[in-house]
């Protein structure tokens, strides 16, 4: 069955320390890929997008991602978390350029610590 | 920046009475739609609508669900007669289609629990 998965459930990291937060997907061809972040009491917010072209991606707020085709992945990474970056972000994947549902990933809850 | 707003943000309703969700997007999107996250689980497609009618829907979206345009700004989910398995979080968003359909554009939600 075609699935979205992000392994961790919670990362607990320290202002100023890199992240990586990991989302596999499992479909035949190539999706399209999404990351969203949700602050609390605020909406899904588009953080980057990869549709084709450089795997690496670049977003919002500093963070980018990249594609690996060979690993079926779509990891998104900031060098640098803010106290503001705590937040639970969620990766999704469409199957077409027009397709507006999204399959999401079950969220990373990120915490920051000082 | 633009937002979507949803209101209300959270809403307590007994079993089997009947809950409007109400949602203002973006005032130049065409597309809207709404999604759901039930606690501990992932956000679902519930239904997508264009051109003031469903342009599609999911399993979820049965019978007791419904959706409409009532005026040119608010875009509303209605359940008519609410299960203990609807309590979740209602996301409503809009695109416009412009830079790709599913370039979404998310409320903060709409917190259902049924009692």
């Known amino acids: 069955a075609q699935s979205v998965t992000q392994p961790d459930i919670h990362i607990t990291v320290s202002e100023g320390a890199s992240l990586e937060l990991r989302c596999n997907y499992s479909y035949g061809a190539t999706p399209y890929l999404f990351w969203y972040v949700q602050s609390p009491g605020q909406g899904l917010q588009l953080l980057l997008k990869?549709?084709?072209?450089?795997?690496l991606v670049q977003g919002i707020k500093g963070f980018e991602a990249e594609f690996k085709r060979s690993q079926s992945s779509f990891n998104l990474r900031k060098p640098s978390v803010h106290w503001s970056d705590a937040a639970e972000y969620f990766c999704?994947?469409?199957?077409?350029?027009?397709?507006?549902?999204?399959?999401f990933g079950a969220g990373t809850t990120v915490t920051v610590r000082a | 920046e633009p937002e979507v707003t949803q209101t209300p943000s959270h809403q307590v309703t007994q079993m089997g009475q009947e809950v409007i969700l109400r949602c203002v997007p973006i005032?130049?999107?065409?597309?809207f739609y709404w999604y759901r996250q039930i606690l501990g689980q992932k956000v679902e497609f519930l239904v997508s609508?264009?051109?003031?009618?469903?342009?599609?829907k999911s399993e979820i979206f049965d019978d007791q669900f419904s959706v409409e345009r009532p005026d040119g700004s608010n875009f509303t989910l209605k359940i008519r007669s609410t299960k203990l398995e609807d309590s979740a979080m209602y996301f409503c968003?809009?695109?416009?289609?412009?830079?790709?359909?599913?370039?979404?554009?998310f409320g903060a939600g709409s917190r259902l629990t049924v009692l």
């Open positions: 968003a809009s695109s416009d289609g412009n830079s790709g359909a599913n370039v979404l554009t």
């Open positions: 999704a994947v469409a199957l077409r350029s027009n397709d507006y549902k999204l399959s």
């Open positions: 609508f264009y051109n003031n009618e469903i342009s599609e």
């Open positions: 990869y549709f084709s072209g450089d795997t």
């Open positions: 005032s130049n999107h065409l597309y």
